[in-house]
């Protein structure tokens, strides 16, 4: 049974500016699942998030995103939630096309299409 809950999904939300985009979708009242190959500072980010906004759920994914077949299976692992907005600011441009965005397929759901950069 999928999640009644929207959320907003945040690549590269460890640090810089994928950690400040994800806090910037929380104090818009935005359920957060946040992905980053550091766990120590996914964690800190959810305490920080939910100690300003105990009513949002803030899902943690570590996982290392410049290893494609680990796209796929995020990609996969995210099937369940009702997905809202996806900000793609993991540090793996070079591996994608030329605008730096990675093709991922369309799914059972229906759901697929370009993540990344746009021309």
Partial sequence: MKPTKKYTV??????????ETAKAFANRGRNLIV??????????????????HPTLDVVIRTVDLSV????????SDLKDFQ?????NNAGFGNKGNQYGAMW?????????????GVP
Avoid: C
């Avoid at 992905?35 to 300003?52: G, I, M």
């Avoid at 997905?83 to 900000?87: A, D, S």
């Avoid at 397929?105 to 993540?115: I, K, V």
């Fill in 104 to 116: 991922i397929p369309r799914t059972e759901s229906g759901n697929g299409g370009f993540f990344g």
């Fill in 10 to 19: 945040v690549t590269g939300a460890s640090s810089g500016i994928g950690r």
């Fill in 83 to 87: 997905l809202e907005t996806w900000v």
């Fill in 35 to 52: 992905a980053a190959r550091r766990t120590e500072n996914l964690e800190a980010l959810k305490r920080e998030v939910t100690e300003q």
């Fill in 68 to 75: 494609l077949e680990n796209v796929y299976q995020f990609y």
